[in-house]
């Protein structure tokens, strides 16, 4: 009788009854019993991996990877056009001062224009490199001609002047053309490397 008692008093202090004790005991034996084994109690999920986190630390991983794009330059686009604009004409100016028509330092100035204005534009801006080159290279020819010979180009012979310019000034058109293509596409293949690498 006394042991009852004081195993009633247990129970009551605990506040628990004699059918919730006993489900207690079983739930702690079952529990110590799959610590001991590894296995997994029911209902509960393992606290060593949690997804969320799991998720989370391959998202920085990949992040951290992933390279960063070159920032664009602080002249935007007026840079690319100075550039495109600029060289050729520079060229022009020195092939008129040293001899008469367009050479050397105007081809080497419309190519390297060319090339430059398309490292430095952005993606949207290189339709406009491969357009305008052609363009850019005649009028820059005319510009440098009428400047330095405007009496020779009156009357018809602007015509005459102008069917000559684009004839001759073809193979520079061309060289700005392909070296523009060119960087673009070095530019293309650089950033499919970095975004795969």
Known sequence: M????????????????PGQETQARTTDQRTTDQRTTGQQAPGRTTDQRTPGRT?????????????????????GAALPAALAVGL????????????????????????????????????????????????LVLGVTAGAELLANGDAYQGKNLATGSAKWV???????????????LVIVVRLVRDRRRDHG
């Open 2 to 17: 006394a042991g009852r008692r004081g195993r009633t008093s247990n129970q009551e202090a605990r506040g628990r009854t």
């Open 55 to 75: 998720s989370d630390q391959g998202a920085r991983r990949r992040a951290n990877k992933a390279p960063a794009r070159p920032r664009p330059f602080p002249g």
């Open 88 to 135: 050729p004409a520079a060229g022009a100016g020195i092939d008129e001062l040293s001899g008469p028509g367009m050479g050397t330092a105007f081809l080497v100035g419309a190519v390297l224009g060319t090339g430059l204005a398309a490292a430095l534009s952005s993606r949207n801006g290189w339709w406009w490199v491969l357009a305008a080159s052609p363009l």
């Open 167 to 181: 004839v001759h000034d073809f193979p520079v058109m061309a060289a700005a053309v392909a070296t523009a293509a």
